[in-house]
């Protein structure tokens, strides 16, 4: 079955603090992968994906993601996270020729002033 | 502005009173979804529809109905509720059907309480 993974739950760090959120899937052939930033009491927002070319995908507000293939894995990076990056994050996939997406349980992100 | 509402924003309500949350948005995007989102479990896709007329389940459909009669609207039905279907309901759209890259645009969200 197709899943995504987040092993992060709850993320405490300190303003500028690097920060590398976890997140694996099990999807065979080519997989569509999208990193979603929801602020408190806000709806989601897309932050990056990538779904082909450059494996290095950045996205908004310094945020990038690496996908790498033989690890089934495409994490989440900020070289120094502030304090508005306080909020939860999903990973979230899915293949082609499937009209289903699949989300990742969530990885809450706790910036500490 | 191009945008994805719902309506109610928040609903409290008892077991088996049918109730509808409704989706709609002005970006004339095919794809539309519905999602619950529970703590610790992120956000399950409930229904999806790729155009009028056309839907199917995602991966919790037990308990929900929904309808695509306009390319705009996509309402969530619920015939009759419980509370295990208490819950944050989000709707998203996006351009065309999942592929190449295509992303998602969400709605506010829907705070459904069923006692």
């Known amino acids: 079955a197709q899943s995504v993974s987040q092993h992060n739950h709850h993320v405490i760090l300190s303003e500028a603090a690097s920060l590398e959120l976890g997140c694996n899937y099990s999807?065979?052939?080519?997989?569509?992968l999208f990193w979603y930033v929801q602020y408190p009491g806000q709806h989601l927002q897309l932050l990056l994906k990538y779904f082909s070319g450059d494996p290095l995908v950045k996205g908004i507000k310094g945020f990038e993601a690496e996908f790498i293939k033989s690890k089934f894995s495409f994490n989440l990076r900020k070289p120094s996270v502030q304090w508005s990056d306080t909020a939860e994050y999903f990973c979230a996939a899915y293949s082609g020729g499937y009209q289903k997406v699949t989300f990742g349980t969530g990885t809450k992100l706790q910036v500490i002033p | 502005e191009a945008q994805v509402t719902q309506n109610p924003r928040y609903l409290i309500t008892v077991t088996g009173k049918k109730l509808t949350v409704t989706c709609s948005q002005n970006?004339?995007?095919?794809?539309m979804s519905w999602y619950r989102q529970d703590p610790g479990l992120g956000l399950r896709q409930i229904y999806y529809?790729?155009?009028?007329?056309?839907?199917d389940k995602g991966d919790v459909p037990e308990g929900y109905k929904v309808s695509r009669k306009e390319k705009r609207n996509f309402p969530l039905i619920l015939e009759s509720p419980s509370p295990n279907q208490t819950s944050l309901y989000f709707c998203?759209?996006?351009?065309?059907?999942?592929?190449?890259?295509?992303?998602?645009?969400f709605g506010p969200g829907t705070r459904l309480t069923v006692t």
């Open positions: 529809s790729m155009n009028v007329e056309v839907t």
């Open positions: 998203a759209s996006s351009l065309y059907k999942l592929a190449g890259g295509t992303e998602q645009y």
């Open positions: 999807y065979g052939g080519t997989v569509n």
């Open positions: 970006m004339n995007h095919e794809y």
